[in-house]
């Protein structure tokens, strides 16, 4: 079913801002509903995953073996929100244009909003997460501090920085139909080398170089200097993410509108 009636339509040329703003609200709304459709807990499941994981952390690095960092269950819980959004956003995203098949057929459909719609879907599931968080880090005996008002900042910077990855996979996942399992494979070991559940201290001298390059680890790491430690977050590290993002942004975008005159023909 179109999302657009026929006569009210905007032509491929013609999508304004209202119109964009529009359609983004409609995508968000429905893969909203479609994923919590017949659920008894509804968007209570956005929060199964991480609270079973932090369970398991919690276990395995407090009772098992002793992780001396104060605050651990919000320290990991921070760090887990954090990353499944990043990591839920890509793998959907990539897959995105090959599982929308009745939209990408539509005419006149633009194609760049659905990686868009998938982030953002994301973010909600993030900040609807914010309250229970705040719970844990109030029980953990951590005190807010006016630094949590930067927590926008840092949403808006993960968002664009998802979305940037987004547009080059989904792109590629259209031609290289592995690239999805492929992704699945380069979260899991890139999980390991972000400090989820464990402390940056702990990284010898000589790999940081390397294990710095991962923008999520700087990300996680301004997350829990905001709502954790209750200090200035990184400034030079977001800079230095937001300008690597504000070039790879617009060549995405533009791979991403060149692949999309293919699509229909790919899919």
Request: charged share 10%; with cysteine; net charge positive.
């Amino acid at each position: 079913m179109p999302l657009f009636p026929e006569a009210t339509r905007p032509s491929y040329n013609h999508w304004k801002l209202p119109h964009i703003i529009e359609l983004l609200q409609t995508l968000v709304d429905r893969d909203m509903k479609l994923m919590y459709k017949r659920s008894a807990l509804g968007v209570v499941w956005t929060l199964v995953n991480p609270l079973l994981q932090l369970l398991v952390f919690v276990f395995v690095f407090q009772v098992i073996i002793k992780i001396d960092i104060p605050q651990y269950a919000s320290y990991i819980f921070v760090g887990l929100l954090a990353w499944n959004w990043f990591q839920n956003s890509l793998f959907q995203a990539t897959g995105i244009i090959i599982n929308s098949r009745a939209l990408i057929r539509q005419p006149s459909f633009p194609t760049a909003i659905l990686p868009v719609v998938i982030v953002t879907t994301g973010l909600i599931h993030f900040i609807l997460a914010l309250p229970v968080l705040i719970v844990f880090l109030l029980l953990d005996g951590v005190r807010l501090t006016p630094l949590i008002l930067i927590l926008p900042i840092l949403h808006v910077l993960q968002f664009a920085l998802t979305v940037t990855f987004a547009y080059f996979l989904a792109a590629l996942n259209v031609t290289f139909r592995d690239t999805q399992h492929t992704l699945g494979v380069l979260l899991q070991f890139l999980f390991y080398l972000t400090p989820v559940f464990y402390e940056l201290t702990s990284i010898p001298g000589q790999y940081w170089k390397v294990y710095g390059l991962n923008p999520v680890v700087h990300i996680i790491t301004c997350y829990r200097q905001i709502l954790i430690w209750g200090v200035q977050p990184d400034w030079l590290a977001m800079a230095i993410i937001a300008g690597i993002t504000l070039v790879l942004l617009p060549i995405g975008y533009r791979l991403f509108k060149h692949q999309s005159l293919r699509f229909v023909e790919e899919i």
